[in-house]
Nanobody
Framework: QVQLVESGGGLVQAGDSLRLSCAAS????????MGWFRQFPGEERGFVAY????????DYADSVKDRFTISRDNAKNTVYLQMNSLKPEDTAVYYC????????????????WGQGTQVTVSS
């Protein structure tokens, strides 16, 4: 089982940038595909971005495409979410998630989750 801990959230102004980090431990990091999700108040968590085990394949929600970039450093057991041109509607709790390598392409659900980090964007 892999443990995930997010960091980097905070309060920023519209148009600012923020980088979230997610540190993984417990298992070989490169055995996992990774993702970022976010949860708005009163709503279920929704997909934000995905990156495969090698970093060679990514996917984004339409709402963040061209503004957010997911990346990973397997030597540091860390996945990142670079968020640029932030908008007030990006305000949410952001979660890091993992699933076994290859499972995303098989349509399986993310199995491991962090505790979340709050991102608040003021207008």
């Amino acid at each position: 089982q892999v443990q995930l801990v997010e960091s980097g959230g905070g309060l920023v102004q519209a148009g600012d940038s923020l980088r979230l980090s997610c540190a993984a431990s417990g298992r070989t990091f490169s055995n996992y595909d990774m993702g970022w999700f976010r949860q708005f108040p009163g709503e279920e968590r929704g997909f934000v971005a995905y990156i495969n085990w090698s970093g060679g394949s990514t996917d984004y929600a339409d709402s963040v495409k061209d503004r957010f970039t997911i990346s990973r450093d397997n030597a540091k057991n860390t996945v990142y979410l670079q968020m640029n041109s932030l908008k007030p509607e990006d305000t949410a709790v952001y979660y890091c998630a993992a699933l076994k390598r290859g499972d995303y392409e098989l349509g399986r659900e993310f199995a491991y989750w962090g505790q979340g980090t709050q991102v608040t964007v003021s207008s």
